[in-house]
């Protein structure tokens, strides 16, 4: 367990509804990142917070995603109007920012979605 | 539970044996270096890092090295136990961002 939660841990849903996960980082971790991962696939970088500021987004991050992190320590990551195509493993990282090795990234379990 | 890489390269050790994991990375201007390991329904994790200013790195059971002229990252395991047996990714970053290989499934037999 690295400490870095995430809920559900399994959702199935039909296309077309909207889905939110959730991310409770390591609590001093003040960065916070979402990835996806297809079957077969290494993890692909959707987005990145440093405290409340979500600084960068991928392009793989259309515009029926939207990440949240309101108060610089949970996340949420919001799926509208699902597609097939959105069934991954979504999994959450969070790193510290002051103290340690930054750059270490720290990995929740995912929540694995699948859109029927 | 669920499979993680279903098409992955595989290597397989017997149990003793030492296991040598390869990967190759794209930028050149990538500064550190992960090695994370995956097992099926879990999060990736982390084994050992390098900075790009070494080429050896050693942990406990497990050494990375890093070639910068030809780009290719290698984590070494000594005495593969069952226990190792996962996806294993490299990654690389120049910031913030993680830049995940295509993984290697790696087999102790015993």
């Known amino acids: 367990d690295t400490g870095v939660s995430q809920n559900p841990r399994h959702k199935i849903t039909k296309r077309g509804q909207n889905v939110t996960f959730r991310c409770d980082p390591i609590?001093?971790?003040?960065?916070l990142y979402w990835y996806r991962q297809t079957l077969g696939q290494g993890p692909e970088f959707l987005t990145y917070?440093?405290?409340?500021?979500?600084?960068?987004k991928s392009r793989l991050l259309s515009d029926r995603f939207s990440a949240e992190r309101p108060k610089g320590s949970f996340s949420t990551l919001e799926i509208q109007r699902t597609e097939q195509g959105d069934s991954a493993m979504y999994l959450c990282?969070?790193?510290?920012?002051?103290?340690?090795?930054?750059?270490?990234?720290?990995f929740g379990p995912g929540t694995r979605l699948t859109v029927l | 539970g669920e499979s993680v890489g279903l098409h992955l390269p595989t290597l397989s050790v017997q149990e003793g044996d030492n296991s040598i994991i390869n990967c190759a990375y794209s930028?050149?201007?990538?500064?550190?270096f992960i090695w994370y390991k995956q097992e099926s329904g879990k999060g990736p994790q982390f084994i050992i890092d390098?900075?790009?200013?070494?080429d050896k790195r050693q942990g406990q059971r497990v050494t990375v090295l890093l070639n910068k002229t030809v780009k290719h990252l290698s984590l070494q395991i000594a005495a593969t136990q069952p226990g190792d047996s996962a996806v294993y990714f490299c990654?690389?970053?120049?910031?913030?961002?993680?830049?995940f290989g295509t993984g290697t499934r790696l087999k102790v037999l015993a």
């Open positions: 990282a969070s790193s510290a920012g002051t103290s340690g090795n930054v750059n270490e990234q720290f």
């Open positions: 609590s001093e971790h003040n960065r």
């Open positions: 917070f440093q405290n409340e500021a979500q600084l960068e």
């Open positions: 930028n050149s201007a990538s500064d550190y």
């Open positions: 390098i900075r790009s200013n070494m």
């Open positions: 990654a690389e970053s120049r910031t913030y961002k993680y830049i």
